[in-house]
């Protein structure tokens, strides 16, 4: 029988994102293979001739949803989930130390982080500060924290109003955003909703802190048919004051600040992407409220957006139409300029990432029950960007700018169950791909070189065969049932 799990009252990006710890995930023990050996910390991947690294040492150990920023502002820290806690890796030494433990839990209490542990957030931009969230058990009302990464010194901001959560700190750390239902009885139309969880090879609820539930498209549906009032509020986190800024019975969703204007958050209509105008900006200061991209064809869709590190640029996945012409797309909110860089149905991914400067992009890849359908799709890509010059063609201010991806394999990722997100990022200095990954049963961050390694490396191994060493059972596409 497949696992459900409840939902509770709070927005459901949020459920999905943490779906998988709630409750299994702090009973599942390191892999290990038939001689009791842990995985290995490191290798080449034969596929690639890229070196790979496992950075976390804790199983169901988590890295953040792709566009949160996971990185203190001087370049040192990475913060990542496990189940006892926010953790933060020093990216100089790769040595990781828990920042926020999870508070102790009754006998037999498997509420999951939602219910009882600590929601991470985002990392500042200011300061080396992890911000995260705590539902208060008495009053059922989410309080805001913020921790610092150096000293640990963990520092109360602000208490919620009722049913709600945030998602989302600006650049200036003044600010959060988040939503919550209207009132009780919209709130019950959220609550009660059951994720059917995938399982890992040895029956159990597959973990990891971005597992997808087998009826999220039911689910996305359901939870948009039923225009469930909810207002989007930010709350000051120096005075606590809360400020409505729309009342509205779309799925409000996806919340991201820009990284540079304190005053600019984005936010999606959440739903299947071709029923919804899904991308948005509204200035928390003067309530303007903007649609990013406005479709022109049947069945085209936009999403999965993040900020480029300026904040000038907001990127997405583009399908012109759906599932079968692939772009990353960019639109500049100060030149208003639109681009567009092509790839091929086996480079698509799930999710995309870029790099200061835009010199490079990642993506997480996808399997063959994605959208994309891809035949050989299961990668973490490195893209080489490269623009298509006119050559005195006409061109006009708004045309979009075309360009073409150019893919380098970094890790083969065929044993990996992409009902975990791999979720990528770039490092601070571009030298690593960070990624999620449950190749070897648990979750574990990983990250690999965007360099390829040396010649003569003694460790090549096929990453496919190491990791059924540990997690015999190959994945089953995302198309179909376990």
């Known amino acids: 029988m497949t696992s459900r799990l409840v939902v ?15 409750g299994f995930a702090f009973a599942m ?9 842990q995985p290995p910390t490191t290798w080449v991947d034969k596929d690639t001739g890229h070196r790979v690294y496992r950075l976390t040492p804790e199983a169901q150990s988590s890295g953040f949803y792709f566009n949160n920023n996971a990185y203190s502002p001087d370049g040192r820290w990475m913060v990542y989930t496990a189940p006892d806690g926010i953790h933060a890796m020093d990216l100089h030494t790769r040595a990781t ?4 433990p999870n508070p102790p839990r009754a006998a037999g209490d498997e509420s999951g982080p939602m219910r009882g542990g600590n929601h991470a957030i985002v990392v500042g931009h200011r300061t080396n500060s992890v911000f995260f969230s705590r539902m208060d058990a008495k009053t059922q009302r989410n309080q805001v924290f913020k921790a610092d990464l150096d000293t640990g010194t963990v520092t109360p901001l602000a208490v919620l109003p009722p049913r709600a959560s945030v998602a989302t700190v600006n650049a200036d750390e003044t600010l959060a955003a988040g939503t919550y239902a209207e009132n009780e009885e919209a709130a019950k139309k959220e609550y009660g909703r059951a994720a059917q969880m995938p399982k890992s090879a040895d029956g159990k609820p597959l973990g990891g802190g971005l597992v997808q539930p087998m009826n999220k498209g039911q689910m996305m549906e359901e939870r948009l048919a039923a225009r469930i009032p909810l207002v989007l509020f930010t709350v000051n986190l120096q005075t606590g004051a809360v400020k409505q800024l729309l009342h509205s019975t779309d799925w409000v969703n996806h919340l991201l600040f820009s990284p540079a204007d304190p005053n600019l958050l984005m936010y999606c209509h959440e739903g299947p992407w071709q029923k919804v105008d899904r991308i948005w900006n509204i200035r928390v200061d003067t309530l303007e409220n903007t649609l990013i991209h406005k479709r022109t064809m049947l069945m085209e869709i936009a999403g999965h957006e993040f900020w480029g590190l300026d904040g000038e640029t907001i990127w997405y996945d583009w399908q012109f139409p759906k599932g079968e012409d692939f772009f990353l797309a960019g639109y500049n909110l100060k030149t208003h300029r639109r681009v567009a860089y092509h790839m091929q149905r086996n480079e698509w991914s799930i999710h995309f990432n870029v790099t200061q400067g835009a010199d490079l992009f990642t993506g997480d890849g996808g399997d063959s029950g994605q959208v994309a359908k891809a035949k050989d799709g299961e990668w973490i890509e490195l893209f080489h960007p490269q623009w298509i010059t006119g050559n005195g063609a006409l061109n006009e201010p708004d045309f979009w700018q075309p360009g073409v991806f150019h893919s380098e394999h970094l890790v083969n990722m065929s044993h990996h169950n992409y009902r975990l997100e791999p979720n990528v990022r770039f490092s601070p200095d571009k030298k ?24 003569g490396a003694k460790d090549v191994e096929s990453t496919p065969d190491l990791a059924r060493q540990f997690n015999p059972r190959d994945p089953t596409p995302t198309g179909t049932n376990p």
Not at 97 to 100: G, I, R, W
């Open 97 to 100: 130390k828990l920042v926020v």
């Open 29 to 37: 023990a390191h892999a290990q293979d038939a001689t009791g050996k």
């Open 8 to 22: 509770p009252r709070m927005g459901w990006r949020f459920v999905l994102a943490v779906a998988a710890l709630c």
């Open 432 to 455: 690593m791909v960070i990624f999620t990954s449950n190749m070897f049963g648990p979750s574990y961050v990983f990250g690999v070189e965007t360099e390829k390694a040396a010649a």
